[in-house]
């Protein structure tokens, strides 16, 4: 008499990833731009690509989430969208900020013109004294 052969060993389930990648990222660029964004002169080349670049993994990560059963990882993509968005605002606060009291502080020692006129002139004195 013979056995019948045994059942292969049964397979797990494969599991559905629980975490967001994209929304992660979003959310770590995010807080570095936004780090960056307040740095007065560092934001506008730093704060406000990584605000944009938080911006696109927030809305691909929150996208991504609602195709899965209990949308994991949405959460993420939100707060990344959020924190991209307050980046490219604090940067761009900052650099107007900054930009308004140089442009006042020239306009108090006598310089003419906006702020650029003004570092410009105070730039060009500098060389004439280098030079003297």
Do not use: H
């Not at 993994?57 to 929150?62: D, K, N, P, T």
Request: with cysteine; proline share 7%; net charge negative.
């Amino acid at each position: 008499m013979s056995y019948p052969p045994a059942p292969p060993p049964a397979q797990p389930m494969p599991q559905q990833k629980s975490g967001n990648g994209f929304g992660v990222t979003a959310l770590v660029l995010g807080i570095i731009g936004l780090l960056a964004g307040l740095i007065p002169g560092v934001g506008i080349f730093i704060g406000i690509p990584l605000g944009i670049l938080a911006l696109i993994f927030g809305i691909v990560g929150a996208v991504v989430s609602k195709n899965r059963v209990n949308q994991a990882g949405k959460g993420t993509g939100i707060a990344g969208i959020v924190l991209g968005i307050l980046a490219i605002a604090a940067a761009i606060v900052w650099t107007v900020v900054i930009y308004d009291a140089v442009g006042d502080a020239c306009e108090e020692a006598g310089y003419s013109g906006s702020a650029a006129e003004c570092t410009d002139q105070i730039n060009q004195e500098l060389d004439d004294l280098e030079t003297n």
